[in-house]
T-cell receptor, first 113, second 109 residues
Framework: GAGVSQSPSNKVTEKGKDVELRCDPI?????LYWYRQSLGQGLEFLIY????????KSGLPSDRFSAERTGGSVSTLTIQRTQQEDSAVYLC???????????FGPGTRLTVT | RKEVEQDPGPFNVPEGATVAFNCTYS??????FFWYRQDCRKEPKLLMS???SGNEDGRFTAQLNRASQYISLLIRDSKLSDSATYLC??????????FGKGTRLHILP
């Protein structure tokens, strides 16, 4: 596909369960960012990757959150022992370079019940 | 001071009017600036980059003021379809991209 894709588009999970969110960036884009957005709120930075490296993990809210990127392409954001406050839309964006314009995926809407 | 600040609005503007809003940033070393548009329950989409000399794209004009550390977006002849939240994006320390919380714009018929 031509754009950034994310899966699943919607995820409902019970409190305490683990979830994995996937991002497929645009082919050739080396920079990849994860954000989350709660209803009516701004974008909250989580983590970014340059290639497979994550120079800045400072935005991850707690040690229940982790992310990896393999082959400079697909990235997975994992949330362990989900809490209700984790409910949000998780957005992934990719770019050719860190300073380029960003292309966003459609997001994964996570609801923790 | 927050890294990127925007007036949250909402700006309620009649159709056909001109509207402008600013975004201030704290990191004087920032090099890249963008305006994104986000419609309700949709992902942000790139509206335009902001260049040092200012740039225009149709009805939209973006400007950068490095001395005062702000960027601006001006929309002329506003359309109902311009109603959205406009996000200011600046690259911060260590190339971290920082989004403002957005300015909500409502174009009134």
């Amino acid at each position: 596909g031509a754009g950034v894709s994310q899966s699943p588009s919607n995820k409902v999970t019970e409190k305490g369960k683990d979830v994995e969110l996937r991002c497929d960036p645009i082919s050739g884009h080396t920079a990849l960012y994860w954000y989350r957005q709660s209803l009516g709120q701004g974008l909250e930075f989580l983590i970014y990757f340059q290639g497979n490296s994550a120079p800045d993990k400072s935005g991850l809210p707690s040690d229940r959150f982790s992310a990896e990127r393999t082959g400079g392409s697909v990235s997975t954001l994992t949330i362990q022992r989900t809490q209700q406050e984790d409910s949000a839309v998780y957005l992934c964006a990719s770019s050719l370079a860190l300073r380029g314009g960003w292309n966003f995926g459609p997001g994964t809407r996570l609801t923790v019940t | 001071r927050k890294e990127v600040e925007q007036d949250p609005g909402p700006f309620n503007v009649p159709e056909g009017a001109t509207v402008a809003f600013n975004c201030t940033y704290s990191n004087s070393a920032s090099q890249s600036f963008f305006w994104y548009r986000q419609d309700c329950r949709k992902e942000p989409k790139l509206l335009m980059s902001v260049y040092s000399s200012g740039n225009e794209d149709g009805r939209f004009t973006a400007q950068l003021n490095r001395a005062s550390q702000y960027i601006s977006l001006l929309i002329r002849d506003s359309k109902l379809s311009d109603s959205a939240t406009y996000l200011c994006v600046v690259n911060g320390r260590d190339d971290k991209i920082i989004f403002g919380k957005g300015t909500r714009l409502h174009i009134l018929p």
